[in-house]
Structure formats: C-alpha cells, structure tokens
C-alpha cells in the first residue's frame, strides 16, 4: 500500500517536498561504487539573464527544451523491523523501555513507497535529486519522458546538504545546463518542473523571492533560494530553472503552518548542486576543506566594539587545538574578511567558501586583527566528520589530519548544554551532560537506542558535564561495550553500546 508521510520539524513546521519519506538509514543494495577518476561533465552557461527584455506571452518554448530532462524518481522499502516511534501512545514509556535494555521496542514496519523527482546532469546517466528522496530505498526507479523506467543505483548522498545523485545504465540523456546561481536576482521570473503527487510533470511559474535563506532546516550547509513558484509532494528534486531553461536550482522543500505550500519554497542552489555531485561522483562523498575555526556574523553592536568600519567579515570565536587554523596562528577575535580574493559577508559565506576547497589546498586569508589588516596563508585538512554545533565520538583529539575510528561510542556527535538548549529542550536544571545532536543510523548506538536530543549523563560510571569530557571518557573507555546512562524523554535509563555486535 502507497503512503503519503509530510515531513515537518518541530516549531518551525519545515516540510520536505517528496511525496513520502522513506526510512531512514543507509541504502542496501543499491550503492555504486565511485571511481577516483569519474566527474560529471556538466553543461553550464554562466552569463546572467537580460533582464531589459518584455516578458514573453509564453514559455512553452523552454518548457518543451527542458522538460525532458526532469525525471520521475519512485522508492520502494522492504518489510522491515525498526524502532517504535516515540509518537506511538505508551511505547516510550520508561517502564516499557526496561524490558528492551533501555532501547524502543521493535515494530514490524510494512513496505513503504516514495516518490520525488530528479534531474538529468549527464548524458550518461547521472541523475541529481534530494537525499530525502531515495534515503532508506531499497529499490529506486527512474521514470524518463520518453516513457522509458530504468532501475537506478545510489551514487552517494550527502545529508548535510539534503543533495544525492543516483545513475542508470543510459546513453546521450537530455542534460540540463547548469546556470551561475551566484548571478540571480530577487524578482528573476522562475519556472518549477516536477512530478506532484504523482500526476505528471507539472510546471509552475513565480520569481526569486529571496537569496541565502537559512531556515533551520536541520541541515550543516543551508543557502536556499527561495521562490514562490508552486511546489507540492512530489517536487523534491525537481527543476527551477530561469527563463532560458537554465537549472539555478533542486526544489527541496517549502515553509507553511497548513502542510500545503503557501508561497515559500525553498531550491538548493545549481551551484552547491554541481559541487555537491561531482564529489558524490568521485569519492562517493562530499569531501569538504576544514579550517577548524568557530566563526559568527560581525553585528552592529561587535563591529562598534571591535572598531570595524563594517559588518563585512566572519568573526573567529574559536580555534580548535591542532587545526590547521590553529598551526597558521589564528586566533580568537579575528574577523576573517575574504578567502583567495574573494570577500567574506558572514559567517555562512566562510563554511561555504572552505567547503567548497580540496583539503591539501593554501587557502590566503585576509583578516582584520585588533583593526588593522593582516594576511594568514592556511592549508586545509578534509572536514571531520561532525555533528551540528559538536563533537563527534571517534574523531582525533589531537590532530584533526589524522583521523581515525577509536575509542567507543562512534558514529555519536554531541554537543554542550547552554541555555538556549536547555530551554528549547525543556531539560530540568539539575540536568548535566553532553546532548547527542546525532547519530549515524548505522552505529552500534543507534541500534541500543540512543538518539538526538537524548542527554549522556555517566560512561561507564562516570559523571559527564560537557561533550569535551564526554569525548574524552569514550576515547578512554576500556573494550568495546559501554554502559551509559541517559536522560531521555523526560526519564533517566541505562543502556549498553555493545560495538562489538553486528548491525
């Protein structure tokens, strides 16, 4: 039986375009081995629009170029068992929760269905959409125009950007051309092409509402685009393109309080797109540059306080030790104000601009120190792997370049306990801990049950007060099964991590 699963986050009422969410976890099956030496040729043309031209009396023209290179992604899942859902009545329940290790008891979940859309970016085959989409599928088929369905695998996914490319055995595919999102303007007339509700490709028109819209989406890398062009289940991964038929955009998702859009839909942008993809492509991941800096927008109140003749720039709150921030002398209180030329507006514009560079690769930084210009030469490391705002248990603790797989509890990122977090999390002040802001689904944590918004307590007995001291003691820990003690949905349980066992 199909089913039609909204997905929303809490308070901000977020929902994902697809038509359904498929289960989460890491897809079985379908994963396709990347090559060092694969790239996704992409055709790109990055002049701007003339925006001194009438508007058209129709874009039918662009529509029939372009529509063939949007296609229909539908996912199906196997009959599985998964932990209960803490939605359903009385399964939480500490009293229940005893008899299962401090864990959710099991459910038989039916087979589930999905549906999205995707877009063509290679002749041969290489089809981008929303991770979303095709996270948790056992199997995805691609429905082209020509009427042709073709089994595709996964290529790679990236959740940090919500981006996953997937590919099927096809030749001299209509590939879209990608355009310079950089050169968009708000109030640029916009055109949706997707699948909603499974009805057929469907196109809606509206303009750029906005650019650089970072809605809290749960997402590390968030820079929408935002359009009131229609977007509805089904959507995800779909096309925006601009009036030549130019992909500026992947449709991901839509703001609204009713669950039907409302006239705020959000578009990963081609850029981050064809970044994102090409390095699915090649290394089956995204592998990001890393600074290892803290950094935050320059407000009026710091710029007037630091002296700054402008609120331009990414001030630097912290460095971590070992970093390569840390080895070319960057320190606390800078404000960083271009990368390789180009200028830094806030602190996103830096995640995105070091992300975006090789590890290996001299990054020239100009800052402004105690007011007065300096320029710092940095050589960037690959991102470790982390979850928003914390610490993730296996990472180095020394030197960031040297990653390895140690100590207990990997796959778990976690974070410390301020006041916002308390407050947002209810969480009663006698509380103390590290908060879990992640948990790779395939990890021997998640099987024992632990999840985000959980609180670590003790490891192995021992008190934790904040996520340094909770990396530390899992870095520390004796064997491969952890006794842990957490504070969980309002109740306090034990639970053993057992990393030995097999998922």
């Known amino acids: ?9 809490v308070r901000r009422r977020v929902w994902m375009a697809a038509g359904s969410l498929a289960l989460a976890g890491i897809i079985v099956g379908l994963q396709a081995a990347p090559s060092s030496e694969s790239r996704v040729d992409l055709k790109r043309d990055a002049q701007p629009i003339n925006r001194t031209q009438s508007e058209p009396s129709s874009y039918s023209p662009v529509v029939k170029r372009v529509a063939p290179s949007v296609v229909k992604i539908t996912t199906s899942t196997k009959a599985r068992r998964v932990a209960a859902s803490p939605e359903f009545p009385g399964f939480d329940h500490p009293m229940l929760r005893q008899y299962f290790g401090g864990r959710m008891p099991e459910i038989q979940q039916p087979p589930q269905s999905g549906l999205g859309s995707g877009v063509i970016i290679s002749a041969d085959g290489y089809i981008a ?9 056992d199997v995805v088929t691609v429905a082209f125009d020509d009427g042709r369905e073709l089994t595709a695998k996964v290529v790679g996914r990236d959740p940090q950007t919500d981006v996953a490319v997937i ?8 590939a879209i051309t990608f355009a310079d999102s950089t050169k968009i303007e708000v109030g640029d ?19 750029v509402s906005a650019k650089g819209r970072r809605p809290g989406l749960g997402l590390d890398y968030e820079d929408f685009i935002q359009t009131d062009a229609a977007i509805n ?15 500026i955009g992947i449709n991901t998702a839509i703001l609204s309080r009713s669950g039907g859009f409302q006239g705020v839909g959000l578009a ?19 592998v990001r540059g890393y600074l290892g800096v803290g950094a935050q927008d320059v407000t009026p109140s710091l710029a007037e306080h630091l002296g700054l003749k402008a609120r331009a720039g990414a001030l630097v709150s912290d460095v971590a030790p070992g970093s390569p921030a840390a080895k070319a002398g960057l320190e606390s209180g800078d404000v960083i104000t271009s990368v390789n030329g180009e200028k830094v507006e806030d602190a996103n514009r830096l995640t995105f601009a070091i992300g975006a560079i ?38 180095p603790s020394e030197d960031l370049a040297k990653a390895k797989d140690e100590g207990v509890l990997n796959g778990v990122a976690v974070g410390d306990i301020d006041a916002d977090t308390r407050r947002s999390m209810n969480l009663p002040g006698r509380i103390r801990g590290a908060v879990i802001t992640d948990v790779d689904p395939d990890s021997a944590a998640a099987r024992a049950g632990l999840r985000p918004g959980d609180v670590i307590l003790e490891i192995n007995r021992q008190p934790v007060s904040s996520a340094e ?15 842990v003690k957490l504070w969980s949905r309002g109740s306090t349980v034990f639970v053993v991590v057992d990393e030995t066992a097999q998922s």
């Open 1 to 9: 039986m199909n089913t039609s699963l909204s997905r929303f986050l």
């Open 129 to 137: 959409t929303n991770n979303h989409v095709i996270q948790g599928a």
């Open 167 to 174: 590919k099927v055995e096809a030749k001299d595919l209509p």
């Open 189 to 207: 007339r916009v055109l949706a092409i997707g699948n909603p509700f499974g009805i057929g490709e469907t196109v809606t028109t509206g303009i």
């Open 233 to 247: 289940p089904g959507n995800s991964g779909g096309a925006l393109v601009d009036i030549q038929g130019r992909l």
């Open 268 to 286: 990963v942008p081609a850029n981050l797109v064809g970044h994102v993809a090409n390095s699915l492509v090649q290394h089956g991941k995204v």
């Open 358 to 395: 090789a590890p290996g690769t001299k990054v020239d930084l100009e800052i402004l120190r105690d007011g007065k210009a300096k320029e710092v030469e940095v050589t960037t490391i690959e991102r470790p792997k982390t979850g928003r705002g914390g610490r993730m248990f296996g990472d």
């Open 469 to 483: 001291e909770a990396v530390s003691l899992s870095e520390t820990a004796e064997g491969k099964k952890t006794l």
